[in-house]
């Protein structure tokens, strides 16, 4: 009997999903050669939900480690709505379990960030085996130091920051560059970090205006010509923090702009009569081939996961803990974020170089 394993990848994209399941495919062929067959399926537990899977072919994981997206196709399917019987009647879960059962799989590997880990053991509750592997350039999941995605990401942002740098420099501007990041904002502080952005501002930390624009002052005030604001998308001022988001939301509309990072500019202009510019570099972040890291990293959980299902270990997602590779249980991690804390080294390491934290 040949074991049938599922893959799918649920939730925004990220540099790295290709290498994890190849990663995966490759050791499962390796341990269990003509006993495994790989059941692709389609666009996340959409695919799951409406039954959109096919068998994959060996030769189909060839090719794919530096590939960007993801060879099965993803899609956001919020975890609220799973349990919620919608205008077509369907139920989510039950058509779920169906698929699973009309597939004939003997387990599930279900690659994404919190949402798809939120459903992944919703359905190992619901008696499915399934393997969840952290996936996010966000990098929030509970219980693991990194997700794959997450350096590409940095690398990238790392990159923007840079080519800032000079057109700032050049026209003696405030450059407020928002990088990707709503609830978490670690990708904010190692871009920023590792940019050298004068001013880091996360979701975590609710940011007061006058302190950015003191930063900005003193720079001009010991020459600098320019200053570079790192701001993660999901940032909010001090006053911000403490309001609901739909009054937060309506304000902003009402003042002209959308995200803190338009707001943070056009308040440094008007505070300091800096000329100042927005870049967001958006999906860009999570486009194009994997890093050296990550395709080492994705490697490694998905050759982790392969032995997982050898095991037959499920109910678990891959982490990596103080550099081991290892397995959480689905039920311990989710539903749980991963923000940056307040005792984060590397929040340290900025102040200590006298970065800004608004
Ligand atoms: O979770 C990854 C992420 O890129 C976030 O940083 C960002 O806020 C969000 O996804 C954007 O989602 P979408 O691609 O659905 O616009």
């Known amino acids: 009997m040949k074991k049938r394993v599922g893959i799918l990848t649920s939730g925004g994209d990220c540099p790295g999903l290709n290498a994890t399941i190849r990663g995966a495919a490759k050791a ?11 059941v692709g399926i389609m666009n996340g537990y959409d695919g799951l939900i409406r039954g959109n899977y096919r068998a994959m072919d ?17 899609k956001r399917t ?16 039950a058509a779920m379990k169906k698929t699973y059962k009309d597939a004939k799989l003997d387990c599930l590997l279900c690659l994404g960030g919190n949402g798809t880990h939120k459903t992944a053991n919703l359905l190992s509750q619901e008696g499915l085996n399934i393997i969840g592997l952290p996936k996010t350039i966000d990098n929030d ?31 003696s501007r405030v450059m407020c560059i928002e990088i ?29 205006i006058k302190k950015v624009v003191k930063v900005v002052e003193a720079r001009a005030k010991a020459g600098k010509n320019f200053s570079i604001v790192a701001v993660a998308e999901g940032a909010l001022s001090t006053d911000e923090a403490k309001m609901k988001r739909k009054e937060w939301t309506a304000r902003r509309a009402e003042a002209g702009y959308t995200t803190a990072t338009a707001r943070i500019a056009k308040e440094i202009e008007a505070m300091t009569g800096a000329e100042t510019r927005t ?32 095991e037959e270990h499920y109910g678990v997602t891959v982490a990596m803990v103080q550099r081991s590779v290892t397995a959480n249980l689905l039920a311990d991690i989710a ?24």
Request: aromatic share 8%; charged share 20%; net charge negative.
């Open 180 to 208: 990707m990041g709503n609830k978490a904002g670690w990708l904010t502080l190692y871009s920023g970090i590792a940019g050298g952005a004068d001013i880091i501002l996360l979701p975590e930390h609710p940011y007061d």
């Open 335 to 358: 539903g749980k974020a991963r923000p940056v804390p307040d005792d984060c080294p590397m929040l340290n390491v900025a102040r200590s170089m006298g970065i800004g934290l608004g």
């Open 78 to 93: 919020p975890f609220k709505k799973m349990t919620v019987i919608e205008d077509d009647k369907v139920d989510k879960v």
């Open 28 to 38: 499962l062929y390796q341990r269990m050669g003509d006993k495994v067959e790989i």
């Open 279 to 310: 870049c967001v570099p958006g999906h860009m972040q999570r486009g194009g081939s994997p890093s050296a890291y990550d395709r080492v990293l994705a490697t490694q959980f998905g050759t982790y996961a392969a032995k997982l299902v050898a």
């Open 58 to 74: 060996p030769h189909e994981f060839n090719g794919i480690l530096t590939v960007g997206g993801t060879i099965l196709g993803t």
């Open 141 to 171: 999941i509970y219980g693991t130091d990194v997700t794959f995605g997450f350096h590409t990401a940095v690398d990238i942002a790392t990159d923007v920051i840079d080519r800032i740098h000079t057109t700032a420099g050049s026209h």
